[in-house]
């Protein structure tokens, strides 16, 4: 990323902070709107999630021009998505939703310029939680029923 891309980014989510409720409520409808699928990995009561998320973003934002301060907690972060069942598409889809969420939200304050840099500033996080997510083994299958309990099979 670009210090350019860096100062747009942070800009932009500078006028997105006064409705950050409004937007992490706008970013999970479209992203279940997008990828229900991925539904059943929240809580019924997305509040404290969308605070997380929120936060997050806040904290990566603001430390996008040291991103290397921010790399091992991105990583982290991908690691633990590993268990709650989050693959590789996943991903494109909370892309898409964060993108198209600051387009809704910024309106005409989003240009191509601010888009690409987002673009790129999301990419290069995901890209990231991927690298870490793809280190750790993955999540054990639920085991039903009861030969499957004994036999373990």
Do not use: C
Not at 72 to 91: E, F, M, N, S, T
Not at 126 to 141: D, F, I, L, Q
């Amino acid at each position: 990323m670009t210090p350019e891309q860096v100062k747009l980014v942070q800009d932009s989510f500078a006028k997105v902070e006064p409705i950050a409720t409004q937007a992490g409520d706008m970013f999970y409808g479209r992203l279940f709107e997008i990828a229900p699928e991925v539904r059943p990995m929240f809580p019924a009561d997305i509040t404290a999630q969308r605070d997380k998320l929120l936060q997050m973003l806040t904290t990566a934002v603001s430390n996008l021009h040291q991103v290397e301060m921010i790399i091992p907690a991105v990583k982290d972060l991908g690691k633990r998505h590993v268990g709650y069942g989050v693959q590789d598409a996943h991903y494109d889809k909370v892309g898409e939703a964060l993108i198209g969420t600051l387009e809704n939200g910024l309106g005409e304050a989003f240009t191509d310029e601010v888009k690409a840099a987002w673009v790129e500033t999301y990419g290069t996080l995901a890209s990231v939680m991927k690298e870490a997510a793809a280190t750790m083994p993955p999540p054990a299958a639920e085991k039903k029923g009861l030969f499957a309990r004994m036999f373990g099979s």
